[in-house]
């Protein structure tokens, strides 16, 4: 039954006078206008579209706008709305500007493409393709920057630098062989 009803309806919808397919004229709000006389913003699109971005008369904001988050509209993919709600409910201060969680969002997606460019290289380097936390203990400890700003951080399975103190290495020897035999660097009497 609904769907008889539904092709009733679109039947109507194609003998209706003002409605028309060509791109001869445009109807908006069931006014005919022909396309001489449009802006050259709605003449590329079609009637839909057109009505769609209007209002009675061309006044006031769109009707069927289609929401914009603001991470989309900082370019960002950090979802700026989370942080700003994050900000809010902490209670860092009474009030929250509308540009703070922008540039908070921006920050924080910052540092994480640094960590993340500079773990990858790591696990190319060990010639693997997944990231794993002793990658990015690896690219943080390694990287003077962010080594600083992480300094009281603890990555969990993360591991240590490899680090091998100069006392503990063989010395070389000076007659150019390169390395030294591992029993000639005891000291004589």
């Known amino acids: ?34 396309n001489s006389h449009l802006s050259s913003k709605f003449r590329a699109m079609g009637s839909s579209e057109a009505a769609a971005k209007t209002t009675k008369g061309g006044r006031g904001k769109p009707k069927f706008s ?4 603001r991470s989309s509209k900082a370019g960002l993919q950090f ?7 994050y900000l809010k409910v902490g209670r860092y201060a009474q009030r929250v ?3 703070s969680p922008v540039y908070l969002s921006a920050v924080l997606e910052y540092l994480a493409a640094e960590v993340l460019e500079l773990a ?12 794993i936390p002793r990658h990015i203990q690896l690219a943080v400890r390694n990287d003077e920057e962010l080594s600083k700003l992480m300094g ?7 591991g240590v630098l490899p680090n091998i103190h100069q006392n ?3 010395k070389k020897v000076a007659g150019g062989k390169g390395k030294a ?3 000639s660097a005891s000291q004589e009497f």
């Not at 679109?10 to 004229?25: A, G």
């Not at 990858?120 to 990231?131: L, S, W």
């Open 66 to 69: 289609k929401s914009i988050s």
């Open 120 to 131: 990858g290289n790591a696990a190319r380097d060990n010639k693997k393709t997944r990231i």
């Open 79 to 85: 979802p700026v709305g989370r942080v700003a709600r």
């Open 152 to 158: 009281s951080v603890t990555i969990a399975s993360g």
């Open 181 to 183: 035999e591992i029993g």
């Open 97 to 99: 500007g509308s540009g």
């Open 168 to 170: 503990l290495l063989p």
């Open 1 to 34: 039954m609904a769907i008889r009803d539904k092709h009733l309806s679109s039947n109507r919808r194609e003998s209706h006078p003002l409605i028309q397919t060509k791109r001869q004229s445009t109807t908006l709000h069931k006014i005919q206008i022909p």
